[in-house]
């Protein structure tokens, strides 16, 4: 695998700055990836090198198809979402996620996605007087046809 600044990715979203460590999480990726000359045939999502297949790539992407040069057409089907699994770190770090793409041609390249800090986690206040629990709130959604 190469680095090659021909291979774009652009996320619609920031990735988190930072995760606590002891915590394992997933981390919902959304954006584009495309090279600028050749179509891809295969892309996945490294995590610290460990490879994932986004739940949907080669997504159109009119928004921008329009806004960057013709000479960028492969933009179009450049879109890509993925949900990350993070394992639990035991101390301070940092996550790297990186795009690797296969290129029509059978070559192979990676970009760099983004990192992720793993931090201590800051002691919580106290609660106020009166009130109790941890103040996690969960919340689920569903839909039924």
């Known amino acids: ?68 040069p013709a000479a960028l057409a492969n933009c179009y089907r450049g879109g890509f979402w993925a949900t990350l699994p993070i394992e639990a770190r035991d101390r301070p770090g940092t996550v790297r996620i990186d795009a690797a793409a296969r290129l029509e041609s059978g070559a192979r390249m990676v970009a760099p996605v983004g990192r992720i800090e793993v931090v201590e986690e800051a002691r919580a206040a106290p609660s106020p007087p009166g009130r109790h629990g941890s103040g996690l709130i969960g919340i689920c959604m569903a839909t039924f046809d």
């Open 1 to 68: 695998m190469i680095a090659d600044e021909e291979l774009v990715v652009r996320l619609d979203a920031p990735l988190p700055a930072s995760l606590p460590v002891g915590r394992a999480t997933a981390v919902f990726v959304l954006g584009a990836c495309f090279h600028r000359h050749e179509a891809l045939s295969e892309l996945e999502l490294l995590v610290d090198g460990e490879p994932h297949v986004p739940a949907a790539w080669r997504m159109p992407r009119l928004d921008l198809f329009e806004a960057l």
